[in-house]
């Protein structure tokens, strides 16, 4: 069964605070991990996407993943109001298929 | 600018009736599209791989004869929800890999969503 859990939040950050994000993964076929971004009412949008082990940096974003503790983590540094959003974590198999996690609710305190 | 688009955004029926989602792919083929469904506050469910030319596979649990998806060209994928009833009332999004795809599938595009609404 391929799984994705997440913290289902809400996360509360302070503006121009790191806000940190985890998510764990079941099977260990999961090649490749992807963080979205949804608003309320509309598709998620792709922020970043990772499939080796460390970190990768894009901008504000750093994803983190962890293929022996089967994890994966989204930091956002200097977050903005505009950041407040539900974080999708997802993973990705050979045929293309995405399985996403319940999503993280963020909410930027301004 | 989008590349994958979806008709209607929103559609309200009557319980009973049957309702036709399109996907496309605007500047590229996708001979795989996928079909989600989210309901308020949960997360993406992967309903069934739409695959060109050929059957679509479900997931677990979902009805294959409810949910008809015909992929009939490399940019067109429709889902048909057939005998809706309130409880199919969703939000069904459709996405499809560019390009080779593959695992490295950052080229993964969503459409925007589809509303339905079964009074």
């Known amino acids: 069964q391929k799984e994705v859990e997440q913290n289902s939040g809400p996360l509360s950050v302070p503006e121009g605070a790191i806000a940190s994000l985890n998510c764990t993964y079941s099977?260990?076929?999961?090649?490749?991990f992807f963080w979205y971004r949804q608003y309320s009412g509309k598709s998620p949008e792709l922020i970043m996407f990772i499939y080796s082990n460390g970190d990768k940096e894009d901008g504000r974003f750093t994803a983190q993943l962890n293929k022996a503790s089967q994890y994966v983590s989204l930091l956002i540094r200097d977050s903005q109001p505009s950041d407040s959003a539900t974080y999708l974590c997802?993973?990705?198999?050979?045929?293309?298929?995405?399985?996403f996690g319940k999503g993280t609710r963020l909410h930027i305190l301004p | 600018g989008a590349v994958v688009s979806q008709h209607p955004s929103r559609v309200i029926c009557k319980s009973g009736t049957s309702v036709k989602i399109e996907c496309r792919s605007l500047d590229f083929q996708a001979t795989t599209m996928f079909w989600y469904r989210q309901f308020p506050k949960q997360s993406l469910m992967l309903m069934a791989t739409?695959?060109?030319?050929?059957?679509?596979?479900?997931e677990q649990g979902v009805e294959k004869d409810k949910f008809l998806i015909n992929h009939a060209s490399l940019t067109l994928s429709t889902l048909t929800v057939t005998s809706a009833h309130p409880e199919d009332s969703s939000f069904y999004i459709c996405s499809a890999p560019r390009g080779a795809g593959g695992i490295f599938t950052d080229t993964q595009y969503f459409g925007p969503g589809t509303r339905l609404t079964v009074l």
């Open positions: 099977d260990r076929g999961s090649q490749s």
């Open positions: 739409s695959n060109e030319g050929s059957k679509a596979t479900y």
């Open positions: 997802a993973a990705g198999f050979r045929d293309d298929k995405i399985i």
